[in-house]
């Protein structure tokens, strides 16, 4: 009887190669990782055993086995059925990756540009736009605690303290100095407690504060602290931008919270009550310009509706600002399942072309001058500032699960989960499609023929709901070929902006599918490749373009938003921001959950706020027929 070693001649130089090929490869990838070997024996013998097989039909058949078994795998990597295959230490090392690409690009902001609002990093200048107190430090402290940066934030800290908010005569910003400048104070006193910070936050509080003294007190454009002279800033007219109006509630909130200053309270929710009385009758959004009549807020005449800009942030707020507060808001719970409802129903729409889903601006007008209604025209753009909406849906579906099942069914929270993944994908494509893996700011869909999300639901629904719904597919391919995509690029310059990693960030948390995370490190590949530079970061021109250019810019959200979510994608731990003890505002900067106390409750009147409530529910409107809206009310001018 032979014995298997006795089948196994060992060529010695062989074996010297086959431990040669066991080696790691060169390379970054390879200092990341451990070498592991096995024994020259085992390794010999399994390299004959595998590859010379005794029976020429079991050769056939264990090489058929092996390819097929690889295509199944390759081919469902991407959709995270095989996540597992990368291990906690990858991820932290690519933490790490980022952490340092946070150093590399704030380092360069000190030498270049500290105390300067932002840098140029191609003409090594700096630019002031947004008061010059510094916002690419003060924007980003919290992102230095997160990363354990200590002596960054140790100098930024020292800076801070020498500012008098006070005193700066000249007009700062309103929206832009609240979500950067006190959003990222309030947060990084959350994370530090130190007294400076808090002190500071009150002061900017109170600076910014005469900006609410308009005819319908919602928040002028921007104002100047010595005078308190506001300005509305759009083009000379009283208008206000629904996103800039409605997105100071949790920064003042809280701030009113840590305070106890009430007049931070009324001047954020009256912008809340002035809003529930204009909200559409028919879509339950609000119109994109608000003006003044008789010193009340009304919709612009010729609506438009929109989650992108003009309009994003201020949807954003109205489950955060519910959130923030422990729930304690009702008001601001029917006015955010209301919206949804509505911007779900008339804004979502799927492309032929690999059924896309996309959330899209949607203007009313007369089909004819003598028409008596309104007709939706969406006008295909897919903003990258929309792509914020996917992670809202998917926070919504996580935190709102105990609400009663008449309140917010289940049914609908699964459907707001799966618009939020197809959503994301459409998002994440952009940026995959395009030659240098970055996105353009917007993409339009409009020339392909894009189609209403709600009435392909509901043909699928009366079909026998067979397959993936419309626009749920997250398996989409890429496609590198533009006449192939089912979209143009409209806007060709990747901005820097984070909506797209936020919402990956965020369905990775709620869902715990390694898709998204490998969707988010190859953007980041993407980003080093293509927006680093010797001086920091740049946005970049023409990112679908074999001939991209860096721009002359670096944002500070770049460093508040962007790295700092792709950090938290990375970190194997939640860095102590839990998704249900924490909530980001649209800057990135995270706020702890609180509660009011009775008193405050009774005081603010949290119980007894108007409310219209929060309308039919999803399926009801998805099955109900379609009204035309009535132009009878509405002066549509030429």
């Not at 990112?543 to 950090?567: G, H, I, N, Q, V």
Request: charged residues 20%.
């Amino acid at each position: 009887m032979s014995h298997p070693q006795d089948t196994i001649e060992v060529d010695i130089e062989k074996a010297a190669l086959l431990e040669a090929a066991l080696e790691p490869s060169s390379g970054p990838a390879a200092a990341r990782r451990p070498a592991i070997r096995a024994p020259l024996h085992i390794a010999a013998a399994n390299h004959v055993s595998l590859l010379r097989p005794t029976r020429p039909i079991m050769r056939y058949l264990l090489a058929g086995a092996i390819f097929f078994m690889s295509y199944w795998v390759l081919s469902n990597l991407h959709v995270g059925r095989f996540a597992h295959v990368t291990p906690g230490y990858v991820w932290e090392a690519r933490a790490a990756e980022v952490r340092a690409a946070f150093q590399h690009a704030y380092h360069s902001y000190e030498l270049l540009g500290f105390p300067h609002d932002e840098i140029k990093p191609i003409s090594n200048d700096t630019s002031d736009q947004f008061n010059g107190w510094g916002v690419s430090a003060l924007d980003s402290l919290d992102t230095m605690v997160i990363m354990g940066l200590d002596e960054e934030l140790q100098r930024a800290l020292k800076h801070l303290e020498k500012l008098d908010f006070m005193k700066h005569d000249a007009s700062a910003p309103f929206f832009e100095t609240v979500i950067r400048y006190l959003g990222g104070l309030l947060s990084t006193w959350h994370l530090t407690k130190l007294p400076v910070i808090l002190k500071q936050a009150d002061h900017l509080g109170l600076a910014l504060l005469p900006a609410f003294n308009t005819s319908i007190h919602f928040p002028s454009f921007s104002v100047n602290p010595v005078t308190k002279a506001i300005d509305g800033g759009w083009s000379g007219h009283p208008n206000f931008l629904l996103a800039e109006s409605a997105s100071c509630q949790m920064e003042y909130k809280y701030l009113a919270k840590l305070t106890g200053r009430t007049e931070f309270f009324e001047a954020a929710q009256n912008v809340m009550d002035g809003l529930l009385e204009i909200q559409d009758p028919d879509t339950k959004m609000w119109s994109q310009w608000i003006s003044s009549e008789d010193s009340k807020p009304a919709a612009k005449a010729r609506p438009q509706f929109s989650v992108g800009s003009g309009g994003d942030s201020a949807y954003e707020y109205l489950l955060k600002q519910y959130l923030l507060s422990g729930k304690s808001e009702p008001q601001l719970l029917d006015m955010y399942l209301s919206s949804m409802r509505g911007a779900i129903t008339n804004l979502l729409y799927v492309s032929k072309q690999r059924n896309l889903l996309y959330a899209t601006d949607v203007v009313y007008s007369k089909p004819n001058p003598a028409s008596k209604i309104l007709v939706p025209v969406p006008s295909g753009d897919f903003e990258h500032l929309s792509c914020f909406l996917p992670g809202l849906l998917a926070l919504g579906a996580h935190t709102l699960k105990d609400l009663p099942e008449k309140v917010f069914p289940a049914e609908e929270r699964k459907l707001h989960l799966d618009i939020a993944k197809g959503l994301a994908t459409t998002c994440y494509l952009a940026y995959a499609d395009s030659f240098t893996g970055l996105a353009p700011d917007v993409i339009n869909f409009g020339a392909y023929g894009g189609r209403s999300w709600s009435e392909l639901y509901r043909k699928w629904e009366d079909n026998g709901r067979h397959g993936t719904a419309p626009g749920f597919k997250v398996n989409v391919p890429i496609q590198k070929d533009p006449a192939k995509r089912g979209y143009d690029v409209r806007a060709g310059r990747w901005l820097s902006r984070p909506e797209t990693i936020e919402s990956l960030f965020i369905l990775y948390r709620v869902t715990g599918e390694q898709v998204w995370r490998d969707r988010g490190h190859e953007i980041f590949e993407a980003i080093q490749m293509w927006s680093k530079g010797p001086v920091g970061y740049s946005s970049v021109w023409e990112p679908d373009s074999p001939t991209p250019e860096r721009m002359d810019e670096m944002p500070s959200y770049f460093l508040a938003e962007t790295l700092k979510y792709l950090y938290l994608l990375f970190k194997e731990d939640d860095c102590g921001l839990s998704l249900d003890e924490i909530v980001f505002n649209t800057e990135a900067h995270p706020l702890p959950v609180f509660k009011w106390t009775p008193q405050e409750i009774e005081h603010y009147r949290l119980q007894k706020r108007p409310s219209k409530g929060s309308g039919p529910s999803l399926r009801e409107l998805l099955r109900a027929e379609r009204k035309p809206k009535s132009a009878s009310r509405l002066d549509m001018g030429a």
